[in-house]
């Protein structure tokens, strides 16, 4: 009988998706759990369940103790001495995986820890390594693997085709003179909100002659709007929200596509948590999601005038930043801003692991993700 003993931490996928290599796939996982990851280690038992394998709980008496580690880990290979056991040490604290090394590789048995930056597993004895895992956990099942369920997600495919002809004359219309028409899309917020201005401040933002014909011919192309009295007036919720910033949401989707190795990609993507209550979810909602190997991207992107916004970037990209949480260590996040951002918002980014691509630089969205996630 093949085993698997790991030990549990708050980085919940990295003893789930080694269990997906058929070099490693085991008929029983044992999950040492100590007090002080109990939640963690509580779910992690019922979602390798969850996946069909054979799974036991085994309480570590005490974590602070290599004596008592030792002990114990002695017991297990005593009550499995005749099984292959093969340890993953990428959990646990410090402690416990020292302990588990000395006590389970004494013995012959192989031991491995999965790499952060690159998601390998290496084995420790040869130092030889596996990734055929790398692409059998899917999105929502790393969620899941966080207690997150995804409520409601978009494939680009599922995007309808004046959406996408929208995106494809607004991005042509920016790289044709970024500076310039910049500001176009700024009077586009304004008038597809759903906080609409007054209309003595909405008759305040005027579109020029050039803009209006681009406006007319954005409307023919695309049947997402009329123009009544130089303002746009839409039938449709969903067509409205789109051109007031969804649209961008695209266009990362689309630049994220073309970078090696990405799949679920998904966009405007809404999860909720389960909390202590089990009536009860706390719901966010991201613009981009995606994962890459076995790494979770998160992306939000946002067409506002830092400059004349209320709220602030760096506001924005704190909130990225708590999101980045969800997925634990191999989660990378991304803040696309159409407009340039303040300094105090690049240097609030930076502190907090969020990648920047802003002004001018989303003309070339497509290598600058390649360029940070390559």
């Given at each position: 009988?093949?085993?698997?003993?790991?030990?549990?931490?708050?980085?919940?996928?990295?003893?789930?998706q080694?269990?997906?290599?058929?070099?490693?796939?085991?008929?029983?996982?044992?999950?040492?759990?100590?007090e002080s990851?109990r939640?963690?280690?509580?779910?992690?038992?019922?979602?390798?369940?969850?996946?069909?394998?054979?799974?036991?709980?085994?309480d570590?008496l005490?974590?602070?103790?290599?004596?008592?580690?030792?002990q114990?880990?002695?017991?297990?290979?005593?009550?499995?001495?005749?099984?292959?056991?093969?340890?993953?040490?990428?959990?646990?604290?410090?402690?416990m995986?020292?302990?588990?090394?000395?006590?389970?590789?004494?013995?012959?048995y192989?031991?491995?820890?999965?790499?952060?930056?690159?998601?390998?597993?290496?084995?420790?004895?040869?130092e030889?390594?596996?990734?055929?895992?790398q692409q059998?956990?899917?999105?929502?099942?790393?969620?899941?693997?966080?207690?997150?369920?995804?409520?409601?997600?978009?494939?680009?495919?599922?995007?309808?085709?004046?959406?996408?002809?929208?995106?494809?004359?607004?991005?042509?219309?920016?790289?044709?003179?970024?500076?310039?028409?910049?500001?176009?899309?700024?009077k586009?917020?304004?008038?597809?909100?759903?906080?609409?201005?007054a209309?003595?401040?909405?008759?305040k933002?005027?579109?020029?002659?050039?803009?209006e014909?681009?406006?007319?011919?954005?409307?023919?192309?695309?049947?997402?709007?009329?123009?009544?009295?130089?303002?746009?007036?839409?039938?449709?919720?969903?067509?409205?929200?789109?051109?007031?910033?969804a649209w961008?949401?695209?266009?990362?989707?689309?630049?994220?596509?073309?970078?090696?190795?990405?799949?679920?990609?998904?966009?405007?993507?809404?999860i909720?948590?389960?909390?202590?209550?089990?009536?009860?979810?706390?719901?966010q909602?991201l613009?981009?999601?995606?994962?890459?190997?076995?790494?979770?991207?998160?992306?939000?992107?946002?067409?506002?005038?830092?400059?004349?916004?209320?709220?602030?970037?760096?506001?924005?990209?704190?909130?990225?930043?708590?999101?980045?949480?969800?997925?634990?260590?191999?989660?990378?996040?991304?803040?696309?801003s159409?407009y340039?951002?303040?300094?105090s918002?690049?240097?609030?980014?930076?502190?907090?692991?969020?990648h920047?691509?802003?002004g001018?630089?989303?003309?070339?969205?497509?290598?600058?993700?390649?360029k940070?996630l390559?």
């Amino acid at each position: 009988m093949k085993i698997v003993f790991c030990m549990a931490s708050k980085q919940i996928a990295a003893n789930l998706q080694p269990l997906q290599s058929a070099i490693i796939r085991p008929d029983l996982v044992l999950v040492g759990t100590t007090e002080s990851f109990r939640q963690e280690g509580n779910h992690l038992f019922q979602e390798i369940k969850s996946t069909g394998l054979l799974a036991k709980q085994i309480d570590i008496l005490d974590e602070t103790s290599i004596k008592q580690l030792s002990q114990q880990f002695e017991k297990i290979v005593e009550e499995y001495f005749e099984s292959e056991i093969i340890v993953n040490l990428t959990g646990g604290t410090k402690l416990m995986a020292l302990a588990a090394f000395q006590i389970f590789a004494g013995y012959g048995y192989r031991c491995f820890y999965q790499e952060y930056s690159t998601g390998e597993i290496i084995w420790l004895d040869d130092e030889t390594r596996i990734s055929d895992h790398q692409q059998n956990m899917k999105l929502e099942r790393y969620l899941k693997a966080y207690q997150f369920n995804v409520e409601k997600k978009q494939r680009l495919s599922e995007v309808p085709d004046n959406y996408l002809e929208y995106v494809a004359l607004i991005t042509d219309y920016l790289n044709k003179n970024y500076e310039k028409n910049i500001s176009f899309i700024s009077k586009l917020n304004a008038h597809a909100s759903e906080k609409k201005l007054a209309k003595e401040d909405l008759a305040k933002i005027k579109f020029d002659y050039e803009e209006e014909a681009f406006l007319e011919h954005l409307m023919k192309e695309t049947q997402m709007f009329k123009l009544k009295n130089h303002t746009l007036v839409f039938d449709h919720v969903d067509d409205q929200r789109f051109v007031a910033g969804a649209w961008f949401e695209v266009v990362a989707a689309q630049a994220l596509k073309n970078v090696d190795k990405i799949r679920d990609l998904y966009l405007s993507v809404e999860i909720a948590k389960s909390t202590q209550r089990s009536t009860a979810k706390t719901y966010q909602e991201l613009d981009v999601m995606a994962m890459l190997l076995q790494k979770l991207i998160l992306i939000e992107c946002k067409t506002v005038n830092w400059e004349n916004k209320k709220t602030s970037a760096s506001d924005a990209i704190y909130k990225l930043s708590a999101l980045g949480q969800i997925g634990g260590l191999n989660t990378l996040a991304c803040f696309i801003s159409l407009y340039d951002l303040p300094a105090s918002a690049k240097t609030r980014a930076a502190e907090n692991n969020v990648h920047v691509i802003c002004g001018k630089n989303i003309l070339q969205m497509t290598q600058q993700l390649k360029k940070w996630l390559n």
